[in-house]
Each structure stands twice: as C-alpha cells, then as structure tokens.
C-alpha cells in the first residue's frame, strides 16, 4: 500500500505567510513607536546624570557627566577622566591646572583675539568661540574637529589657577556626548580669591564734580 504524500493546501501557506508579516510589522511599529523611544531618553539621562568630582590638590571641583566619568587617572598637573571602550576610541576629559603667576581675574585681550580668530587665521573646520563666565570666573569655550573627532576646549581663570580642560566624545554619538562635555565644564569651581566683578567696557562711573569755592 503506497503511503499518501500529505499536501499543504496553499491558502494555508498563504494564510501563515500573511500572519507572519503582519506580525513582524505590528512588532516593528511597537520597536519605532513605543519602545525605542523611551529607551533612547533613558540613554541619554543616564549619561547625562552628573556626578561629582573634586581635587583638592589641582584646586576645583566640578559635575562631570556619567557617560563620560567612569575612571580616574591622575597624572603631573591633571587628571584624566574617562569611559574606557575595548574597539573604539571612548569619551573623555582631561583636565590640567597650573598656579597663575600674575594673579589676574581675567583673560588679556591679545589672548582672546588669538583664540576668537585662530579658526579663521589657520583654516580650523566647525571651529567656534565663545566668552563666558564660569561660576563667576572669566572663562573661554572652543570647539572644533580634529582627527575626525570633535573637542570641546574650555580655559578658566582665577587668580590663584589656570584651568584647561578639553574634552571629547571620541567615537560616541556627537551630539550627546558632546552635550556631556559641555554641561560638565560648565559646573567648574576653581579654588582661591574670589574674581572682581568684570567691569563692563565702554562705562565708567563718574562722581559728581563739586564746584570749587570761590577765592
């Protein structure tokens, strides 16, 4: 007796084909819609949350962002703060400090308009300045892209030190982490003499002249 050859009738395969489809597009759609985003926000809270870090012997203390700040690596004058990665290049901050030997509270002009111009002047690609005061020090902001990575380099005075601090989100998303580096060297408090108000330019406060009596 020869044994039947059992036959999947094709509305059947049909009808499995257009199940399984339909599935993978209702769960695409709840990837897109529902789950990735939320997921995304959380990524980015969590390597935004700030934590703190102080040294006593480098004069600051500061927030530095949780994406970024994972170790510690002390060296002459600085420190180096870090997310290790074992293929790509990870995200950091070095940060160094050194006395300042005038003891002013702010930048000179001729330093500010080297570094406002040094983009235009040497051909630097998205490079940006900004002046800006950092818990009340005179401070200056540098972006620009090198080696096909961006840095943000941010300098603070204050009578006592000189802060450099230059930061990178090496081959992480840009935009985050370069919003990292941003709101942590913003949180910078330098130690020593409090800075003098700047003095706005071009105002000067005049005291009234009394007339002088007469002889």
């Known amino acids: 007796m020869t044994a039947m050859k059992m036959r999947i009738p094709t509305q059947v395969i049909v009808g499995i084909g257009i199940l399984l489809v339909g599935g993978g597009v209702v769960g695409g759609e709840y990837f897109l819609v529902k789950w990735y985003p939320g997921h995304k926000a959380a990524v980015q809270d969590a390597t935004l949350a700030l934590k703190p870090y102080k040294n006593d012997d480098l004069g600051f203390e500061m927030q530095v962002a949780a994406g970024i700040y994972?170790?510690?690596?002390?060296?002459?004058?600085?420190v180096?703060?870090?997310?290790?990665?074992?293929?790509?290049?990870?995200?950091?901050?070095?940060?160094?400090s050194r006395p300042n030997p005038d003891a002013t509270a702010e930048f000179?002009?001729?330093?500010?308009?080297?570094?406002?111009?040094?983009?235009?002047?040497?051909?630097?690609?998205?490079?940006?300045?900004?002046?800006?005061?950092i818990n009340n020090r005179d401070a200056v902001l540098i972006w620009q892209k090198k080696n096909r990575m961006m840095f943000l380099t941010a300098k603070v005075i204050s009578p006592a030190h000189l802060i450099e601090m230059i930061c990178s989100p090496g081959s992480e998303d840009e935009?985050?982490?370069?919003?990292?580096?941003?709101?942590?060297?913003?949180?910078?408090?330098v130690a020593g003499p409090a800075s003098p108000t700047p003095v706005t330019p071009g105002v000067q406060e005049i005291a009234p002249v009394k007339p002088s009596a007469k002889p």
């Open 80 to 96: 180096r703060i870090y997310s290790p990665s074992l293929l790509l290049t990870g995200p950091s901050l070095t940060i160094s």
């Open 70 to 78: 994972r170790k510690a690596a002390p060296f002459a004058g600085g």
């Open 108 to 133: 000179t002009p001729q330093d500010l308009a080297i570094w406002e111009t040094d983009g235009v002047q040497h051909h630097l690609p998205r490079y940006e300045f900004e002046e800006t005061r």
């Open 175 to 189: 935009r985050l982490y370069m919003q990292a580096c941003d709101e942590s060297v913003r949180t910078i408090k």
